[in-house]
């Protein structure tokens, strides 16, 4: 078939495909460099736009500088907002689908370390125990019988003095305080202590 608009040859399949869209599409004739501003910085950049402004042509169109951009212009804070109730949601029902139980990369050594040496004085405990019913949150060694639970933290919980947890993780302590748990916030370090499986049992008996 010989095309009657731009008066190439096909054959086969592709002759209809070709034959139906010829003369539709954008050519190089059509597009040329545009300066224009973004929509959500307002600085300017430079794109590939349209000569013919058809309402398809302007949906075309980049009104961004970069992706960063056009996220944050269309994401708002209640498109947010219901983007992080229905995860929490998610990760409340299936507590197994969530990324540090099937990341190897949130795999904490100091924390398996501080279960080997629990495990070794024959102390049974939970892993990655759910406390709250309202809530995803996870508690790394727990006790569910004497609502006792451990927390090993690394030093990116913590502020700048190492001593202070950060706003969500002090929030995150009180909420399951609040519910009746006592839970004991550990520094990494501290797993290594000959004496913490003695400081746990401690703990366990009070």
Known sequence: MICDKCGKE????????????????????????????????????????????TKINIKRERDFCSGKCQVAHTMTDEIKSKISKSRKNYLLNNPEKHPWINNKKFISKPCEIL???????????????????????????????????????????????????????????????KSGWRLIELHYLQCYSDNIVDEIKIHMDA
């Open 10 to 53: 096909f054959i086969g399949k592709k002759a209809g495909a070709h034959k139906r869209w010829c003369g539709h599409g954008p050519t190089t004739k059509d597009r040329i460099l545009k300066k224009k501003n973004c929509l959500n910085c307002n600085k300017e950049f430079e794109c590939l736009g349209y000569v013919k402004m």
């Open 115 to 177: 279960k080997k040496k629990l495990k070794l004085s024959n102390i049974t405990f939970s892993e990655e125990y759910q406390p709250l019913s309202t809530n995803s949150y996870s508690i790394d060694i727990a006790f569910p019988d004497i609502k006792l639970g451990i927390e090993v933290n690394g030093n990116q919980h913590y502020k700048q003095d190492k001593k202070t947890l950060l706003n969500y993780y002090q929030e995150r302590h009180n909420k399951i305080v």
